[in-house]
Nanobody, 127 residues
Framework: QVQLVESGGGSVQAGGSLRLFCAAS????????VGWFRQAPGKKRERVAS???????SYADSVKGRFTISRDNAGNTLYLQMSSLKHEDTAMYYC?????????????????????WGQGTQVTVSS
């Protein structure tokens, strides 16, 4: 049974940094497209970043140059390093995975098709 558990969220001032973690059980990230999404109150869920089986990464324009997605070699932990945080980054952040791999090129615009989700971790950035 696949379980994804996020951690690392919290409150930070604008300009600060946070690192999010997503621990997987019953699953390894290495062979699939995995990613981070976020949803702010009253707003649609949006994809933040994704990393494919070959290590290629993709980011939303709003976070490019500030956020970095990565995973550990064992394939059990997914990370999101967030720097230069802005108030508009405030949201609940979710990790997600899709298996068997259909490719991030396919999934990045189809958040409804990702088949595993964590419960979320809150990030609050004060201006």
């Amino acid at each position: 049974q696949v379980q994804l558990v996020e951690s690392g969220g919290g409150s930070v001032q604008a300009g600060g940094s946070l690192r999010l973690f997503c621990a997987a059980s019953g699953y390894t990230y290495s062979n699939d497209c995995v990613g981070w999404f976020r949803q702010a109150p009253g707003k649609k869920r949006e994809r933040v970043a994704s990393i494919d089986a070959d290590g290629s990464t993709s980011y939303a324009d709003s976070v490019k140059g500030r956020f970095t997605i990565s995973r550990d070699n064992a394939g059990n932990t997914l990370y999101l390093q967030m720097s230069s945080l802005k108030h508009e980054d405030t949201a609940m952040y979710y990790c997600a995975a899709d298996t068997p791999n259909r490719g991030c090129w396919y999934l990045d615009s189809r958040d409804y098709e990702w088949n595993y989700w964590g419960q979320g971790t809150q990030v609050t950035v004060s201006s």
